[in-house]
């Protein structure tokens, strides 16, 4: 027979007061009521788990063994349903984020202390990953959101746009640069960049905007962060295309120019499995990145200096 909760509650509280007026006052029953609850718990366990005396009550072994067991039964009952209200109001469950270089930057590192204040029971799980990678993961149901490049094509995703970003040039000391000219000022330098390995859909961009100012560029060196990328090209080791977010504060030693190309810029998004919409908690996180983070018209952000 099942257990209920409800009598093992009202077991419990007889066991705490030994007297069934008390008990029966404090559970709103009448006292009746609460002996048909015990008599089916006894039922139930297959013998008597209170003596019944005329002015009080005793718990006999088999009542004893069972109140050992009723708090931490009753208190995980309650944590359970917390927990499930919880999660069914967006606020208690696991996010399985994925994101790539461009929103490592500020967008995201913005968007997970925002949420993580606003959520603080949400588990937060991050996977460095590329575009085509995450696409195929939320898929799979691997990942519940993931930050790319859009356009995203399959029917299967649903994408909404978040942020505009835009390459900038990034030049040692030394290197050359003509306003006139632009990005070809700096076609016989040696590139710096992100390795084809860490992202081929970053290292694609950056190689399609070179070839958009009429050359291929020389590629010498290849790095798995951006913060790499720009301490070489302050050391004169070369130039490099990067994100304009990872410049904008400015990075001592480092000159950054704006690109003409129209290649150059490129459109970001939050992506998340089109059958999963209307899931709590993946709604909160998609509000909360929104309210936030909403494209605007598109600009350059690099300094002249």
Not at 46 to 66: E, F, H, I, K, N
Not at 248 to 258: D, E, L, M
Request: proline fraction near 7%; aromatic fraction near 6%.
């Amino acid at each position: 027979m099942d257990l209920q909760l409800a009598e093992l509650r009202a077991f419990l509280t007889l066991a705490e007061h030994l007297h069934f007026g008390r008990a029966a006052d404090q559970l709103h029953l009448t006292q009746p009521a609460l002996s048909k609850q015990i008599q089916r718990l006894e039922h139930k366990v297959g013998g008597p788990l209170v003596v019944r005396r005329y002015r009080d009550v005793r718990l006999t072994a088999a009542g004893q063994a069972l109140l050992a067991r009723a708090r931490p039964l009753l208190r995980d009952a309650a944590t359970t349903m917390e927990a499930a209200r919880l999660a069914a109001r967006g606020q208690l469950g696991t996010l399985r984020i994925g994101f790539g270089i461009a929103t490592l930057l500020d967008l995201l590192p913005n968007v997970l202390l925002r949420f993580r204040a606003a959520y603080p029971d949400v588990e937060l799980r991050m996977r460095d990953m590329s575009t085509p990678g995450q696409l195929q993961a939320l898929v799979r149901g691997d990942l519940d959101i993931g930050f790319v490049r859009l356009p995203v094509d399959d029917p299967r995703v649903a994408a909404r746009p978040i942020l505009h970003e835009r390459l900038v040039l990034a030049l040692g000391p030394k290197s050359p640069w003509h306003p006139r000219i632009g990005l070809a000022s700096v076609a016989h330098e040696p590139f710096i960049t992100i390795a084809r390995t860490t992202s081929a859909s970053f290292y694609d961009h950056v190689v399609a905007v070179c070839r958009a100012s009429g050359f291929a560029p020389n590629i010498v060196q290849e790095a798995s962060e951006l913060f790499t990328v720009l301490m070489l090209v302050r050391a004169g080791m070369g130039v490099a295309l990067v994100p304009s977010a990872s410049v904008f504060r400015g990075v001592p030693g480092v000159r950054v120019r704006p690109v003409a190309p129209s290649e150059a810029a490129w459109d970001i998004g939050i992506a998340w499995s089109a059958e999963r919409g209307g899931e709590p908690l993946l709604d909160a996180f998609l509000e909360l990145t929104q309210r936030f983070y909403r494209p605007k018209a598109r600009r350059r952000t690099a300094r002249a200096d």
